[in-house]
């Protein structure tokens, strides 16, 4: 089997040695970071992220601090969401576009201050693209990617973990809500958050050198919850309706494609990419969306997207499927033209000899038993 060579040349997490020596067996590469994505036991992760709770360096997930006193008219510019009503200390999830109108990322947009916000990025190169834009439209705003590496804790047992690691403050947060706090001196932001459903919070780690002493006194603490180490997980996830930007979408996907329509405010002011979207969406018939599948077949385990027909037309393609514990078959998400997007349409789909059929399903996954 093939395998990524660890080395100098990409970058590596606070809590990579952590990982590492609590047994990561598979990563990918996240903003030229590595990140895990199995401790080599798929099916037992995803049990402890239901029922426990789990443990996850995603310090992948590089923060973009725009700072300055244009931020909040930059952060909105660039976000497709309305930023301008979102106040210090909550987060909001907003789909990023070019100027042609391609989802290039999806953030949670984090006002720290009033001139200085987080944009807590997906897998693409936001800062050098938010340079660009703040020289080229002159916003008076630096940028720049801070020392911040978030450490997640999910899972039904995380709320508990959270407040015997961080005192009572835990209760006084809600949803996409943050505080900087210290433990033991150790500096970070701590929010209600994470990518999963199953409830958690991301302690934004504000000081690099101090990965291996937060993640030792988190799992010390989660010993009482039997904490063990976890991934982003691609079943839990998919069930649950999270994009998982590159994997879902390729590039020419737009937000609206993306299925993160209900997040651009067309009408509020300009954004990036506004116009561009507007105009892709003239004739709608001729988009594509990202839908919801039931795959059918002997499926293998997939390293491409597949392509998709229907009576042997060519009609977009299986970006991601997976085994769904909770529903006890095949699952995934599919591109697939608006004409073919309609629940209960069949596909074809050619997984790389094996024929496989897919069918849209209207019911997210997670609803539907
Ligand atoms: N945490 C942090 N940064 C991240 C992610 C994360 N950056 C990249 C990636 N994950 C972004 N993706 C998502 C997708 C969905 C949500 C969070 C991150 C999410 N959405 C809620 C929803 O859709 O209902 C809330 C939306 C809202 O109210 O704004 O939770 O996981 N730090």
């Given at each position: 089997?093939?395998?990524?060579?660890?080395?100098?040349?990409?970058?590596?997490?606070?809590?990579?040695?952590?990982?590492?020596a609590a047994g990561a067996t598979h990563y990918t590469i996240y903003n030229r970071m590595y990140m895990p994505t199995s401790y080599g036991d798929a099916l037992g992760e995803y049990e402890r992220l239901m029922t426990g709770v789990s443990i996850w360096d995603v310090g992948a997930e590089r923060q973009v601090e725009i700072e300055g006193p244009d931020a909040r008219a930059f952060a909105d510019y660039v976000s497709c969401r309305d930023l301008s009503t979102l106040?210090?200390?909550?987060?909001?999830?907003?789909?990023?576009?070019?100027?042609?109108?391609?989802?290039?990322?999806?953030?949670?947009?984090?006002?720290?201050?009033?001139?200085?916000?987080?944009?807590?990025?997906?897998?693409?190169?936001?800062?050098?693209?938010?340079?660009?834009?703040?020289?080229?439209?002159?916003?008076?705003?630096?940028?720049?990617?801070?020392?911040?590496?978030?450490?997640?804790?999910?899972?039904?047992?995380?709320?508990?973990?959270?407040?015997?690691?961080?005192?009572?403050?835990?209760?006084?947060?809600?949803?996409?809500?943050?505080?900087?706090?210290?433990?033991?001196?150790?500096?970070?932001?701590?929010?209600?958050?994470?990518?999963?459903?199953?409830?958690?919070?991301?302690?934004?780690?504000?000081?690099?050198?101090?990965?291996?002493?937060?993640?030792?006194?988190?799992?010390?603490?989660?010993?009482?919850?039997?904490?063990?180490?976890?991934?982003?997980?691609?079943?839990?996830?998919?069930?649950?309706?999270?994009?998982?930007?590159?994997?879902?979408?390729?590039?020419?996907?737009?937000?609206?494609?993306?299925?993160?329509?209900?997040?651009?405010?067309?009408?509020?002011?300009?954004?990036?990419?506004?116009?561009?979207?507007?105009?892709?969406?003239?004739?709608?018939?001729?988009?594509?969306?990202?839908?919801?599948?039931?795959?059918?077949?002997?499926?293998?385990?997939?390293?491409?997207?597949?392509?998709?027909?229907?009576?042997?037309?060519?009609?977009?393609?299986?970006?991601?499927?997976?085994?769904?514990?909770?529903?006890?078959?095949?699952?995934?998400?599919?591109?697939?033209?608006?004409?073919?997007?309609?629940?209960?349409?069949?596909?074809?789909?050619?997984?790389?000899?094996?024929?496989?059929?897919?069918?849209?399903?209207?019911?997210?996954?997670?609803?539907?038993?």
């Amino acid at each position: 089997m093939a395998q990524i060579t660890i080395g100098s040349r990409i970058k590596k997490s606070p809590f990579h040695a952590a990982a590492a020596a609590a047994g990561a067996t598979h990563y990918t590469i996240y903003n030229r970071m590595y990140m895990p994505t199995s401790y080599g036991d798929a099916l037992g992760e995803y049990e402890r992220l239901m029922t426990g709770v789990s443990i996850w360096d995603v310090g992948a997930e590089r923060q973009v601090e725009i700072e300055g006193p244009d931020a909040r008219a930059f952060a909105d510019y660039v976000s497709c969401r309305d930023l301008s009503t979102l106040k210090v200390g909550r987060g909001r999830y907003t789909p990023m576009a070019n100027y042609d109108g391609i989802l290039i990322n999806d953030p949670i947009a984090m006002p720290i201050r009033e001139d200085l916000w987080w944009l807590s990025i997906a897998d693409s190169d936001v800062a050098l693209f938010c340079q660009g834009v703040a020289g080229a439209e002159g916003f008076d705003v630096t940028v720049r990617e801070p020392d911040v590496s978030p450490l997640a804790i999910q899972g039904p047992k995380a709320e508990d973990l959270v407040r015997d690691l961080l005192g009572d403050i835990v209760d006084e947060i809600g949803f996409f809500q943050f505080r900087e706090v210290e433990l033991q001196g150790i500096p970070m932001v701590v929010m209600r958050s994470g990518w999963s459903r199953q409830g958690g919070f991301e302690l934004f780690l504000t000081d690099g050198s101090r990965g291996q002493e937060l993640w030792d006194l988190a799992f010390a603490t989660g010993e009482a919850y039997g904490v063990a180490p976890g991934t982003p997980h691609q079943m839990e996830r998919i069930e649950n309706g999270l994009l998982s930007y590159r994997s879902d979408t390729d590039d020419d996907t737009d937000p609206v494609e993306a299925g993160l329509g209900k997040w651009c405010n067309m009408d509020a002011g300009d954004f990036v990419g506004k116009a561009a979207i507007i105009a892709r969406h003239e004739d709608p018939d001729a988009r594509k969306l990202l839908v919801n599948v039931h795959i059918d077949g002997d499926m293998p385990a997939s390293e491409n997207p597949w392509p998709a027909t229907v009576a042997g037309q060519p009609a977009g393609e299986l970006r991601v499927g997976v085994w769904s514990p909770k529903l006890e078959r095949n699952i995934g998400l599919a591109l697939v033209p608006v004409g073919h997007a309609a629940p209960g349409t069949t596909l074809d789909v050619d997984a790389e000899g094996v024929a496989l059929t897919m069918t849209v399903t209207d019911i997210p996954f997670g609803d539907s038993l």
